[in-house]
Structures are given as C-alpha cells and as structure tokens.
C-alpha cells in the first residue's frame, strides 16, 4: 500500500496570534516546543532554522514567511540517508478566532518516499501529536 503523501492538524489555541506566532518564529518559541532546543539564523525564505531532538540536529529550510499568518519549511526524512535531497514540507497558517487563534498543518512530500520508509509518515503522524500537544502546554506555561 502506499504511503499516504499528507498529514492534517487543525488547533484551537486560547492564545493571540502573536504569541503564537512568536511560538513558531523565534527560538525561544520553537524550543519550547518543536524537540528540545532551537535556533534560527535568519528568518527569511532560504534562511535555516536548527532543532534538536535528544541530541540530534535537524535542519529545517524555510520557504515562506508571511507574518504573522503563514510559515512554510521543508525538512529531512527520517529513514533517509544524510544529504538525501528528498524533504518533506510543512506550512502552518494560523488565523484569529474570536479571541484566540486556529492554528492548520499540512506535511506533505511523504508519497515520494519508497514503501519501506513508511515508518518516516507513521512517525511523524505520531511526532506532530507529541510536538503539537507541547505547543499547548508552551502556550499555556505548562510543561
């Protein structure tokens, strides 16, 4: 069978789109977050932004910024070996809602992937449950 090419995540935050969206454009924001620890080195398209997960760096590509509304990156899949040119690709639009904000994901890129790699999609369906609840509690001020 093959491997899905889309994951979908709609959020209601009870937060305004400015914090959110400096949760998912500074590296304080994203640290909280999006792995353990983050740092951005300039956030314009073809700027990098750099997360770390137990460790492990991950470079992320962005490809659009649209304060305060749309963020659009690609990175590396899991399974995949390093300068492997294939990424998958993450946009995050966020909108007000009343007083708070609805926050959409869409990761596509997954149906270039071979079917032996189907763990690299079941993972990240999982990783961005984990990463989006995190947002959450960031948002929050809980841990």
């Not at 997360?51 to 492990?56: H, M, P, R, S, Y």
């Given at each position: 069978?093959?491997i899905?090419d889309?994951?979908?995540?709609?959020?209601?935050?009870a937060?305004?789109?400015e914090k959110v969206?400096?949760a998912?454009?500074t590296a304080?924001?994203l640290?909280?977050w999006?792995?353990?620890k983050?740092e951005?080195?300039?956030?314009?398209?073809?700027?990098?932004?750099r997360?770390?997960?137990?460790?492990?760096w991950?470079v992320?590509?962005?490809?659009?910024?649209e304060?305060p509304?749309r963020l659009?990156?690609?990175w590396p899949?899991?399974?995949l070996p390093?300068?492997d040119?294939?990424?998958t690709?993450?946009?995050?639009?966020?909108?007000?809602?009343?007083?708070?904000?609805r926050?959409?994901l869409?990761e596509?890129?997954?149906a270039?992937?071979?079917?032996e790699l189907s763990?690299?999609?079941?993972?990240?369906?999982?990783?961005?449950?984990?990463e989006?609840?995190?947002?959450?509690r960031?948002?929050?001020?809980?841990?």
């Open positions: 069978m093959p899905p889309r994951i979908e995540r709609t959020l209601d935050l937060h305004p789109i969206w400096a998912l454009t304080d924001g640290g909280g999006l792995g353990d983050a951005i080195d300039d956030l314009r398209p073809g700027g990098r932004i997360v770390c997960w137990d460790g492990t991950s992320l590509r962005i490809e659009t910024v304060p509304r659009c990156f690609t899949v899991d399974g390093p300068g040119p294939r990424r690709h993450v946009e995050i639009v966020i909108r007000p809602v009343g007083d708070g904000t926050l959409s869409t596509t890129g997954f270039q992937l071979p079917d763990a690299a999609y079941q993972g990240n369906v999982e990783g961005w449950r984990k989006l609840d995190k947002l959450v960031h948002l929050d001020g809980r841990r």
